[in-house]
């Protein structure tokens, strides 16, 4: 198995690319261990005072891991305006975008309670989609790291993502907990949507019966098709693997068994700090660059402390408060819906410029 590719500078002079992304430690970091490491943490607070003892905040009752989970998934639904907003070659180029759809979703949510339900459904739903997309595009760049045509089996990688999330919610112990999100509409009197967990809750058992047999025979072919490929040189990117392996395991185990009843906790916290990395890997000169630092040798410490506090600031303020008002709510419905409306559409400029 090789770790590294040729390529050709302009000027002609052939370089090794790294199979990492920003490099191997940073990758193992950020990328690659924190499923492993969502677990462990899972199965370490499991029992403990904090996950289990209650207090008052805000006017509800919530436990400490609940509590620093909301701050931290917040925070890292936030960071999508470094991406979006501050970068100077993605901003000029879409401002309607960045700026009208943001305060048009917020309108709606403010004079509409359909607005509001359905965000608050999508939201949910979106978010499993988003994280599998996540995965996807990391094992993406491993691929073109390798060397390898990076448009090659893309289809099957994003089926793969896709089943190894999705699979394991509708069909596993958490399912209900997803689905009675529609419970909502009864707000707005749109009973026959709120039957939905019921219909699912019924027939649970039908739908892991089809996950397991058809997601079985995708794997199947999916390892059948790497493996041709494979032979034909395709050149097998290890760090690309690891992380869908480690992935698969974390979300079927979490998801479809949800052992310590930490899976929110597990699969949140690994998402979030993965996204972390990759905003900074991404964007860490931009940062520096509009906070005025970039002739200070401490610009790029600076700039991380910024950035971290900044966003953990605002997740602190969202989980607080968001209950609190139909204002905060509806700002923080819209920031969620943003950071996965602009982080698909970053990935696919960026894609584009490569």
Known sequence: ????????????????????????????????????????????????????????????????????????????????????????????????????????????MMTSMWAVVITTVLVTFWDVYHSALQTFGLGRIYERNQGNDPTALRGLDLGLNLLLYAGPIVSGATMLTHFQRFELFEDVGALFLTEIPVVMATHQRSVALAVILGGGLFLAYYVLAYVRLARRGHAVSFPKVFLLVTTGICSIWAWGWNPFGQAFLIMNLFHAVQYFGLVWWSERRVLVERLGLRRSRAGAPIAAAVFVSVTLAYGALAEITSDESRAMWSLVQTVALMHFFYDGFVWSVRKRQI
Request: hydrophobic share 55%; glycine share 6%.
């Open 1 to 108: 198995m090789t770790t590294q590719s040729a390529t050709i500078s302009p000027e002609g002079v052939t370089r090794a690319r790294s199979a990492y992304i920003a490099g191997p430690v940073y990758d193992w970091v950020f990328f690659l261990l924190p499923p492993i490491a969502s677990v462990l943490v899972g199965a370490l607070v499991s029992g403990t005072w904090i996950a289990d003892d209650r207090f008052w905040l805000a006017g509800k009752r919530v436990t400490w891991s609940a509590l620093l989970l909301g701050v931290v998934v917040n925070a890292h639904l936030v960071a999508v305006f470094v991406r979006s907003h501050l970068n100077p070659d993605v901003f000029p180029r879409h401002r309607f975008r960045f700026l009208v759809v943001p305060i048009a979703a917020f309108a709606a």
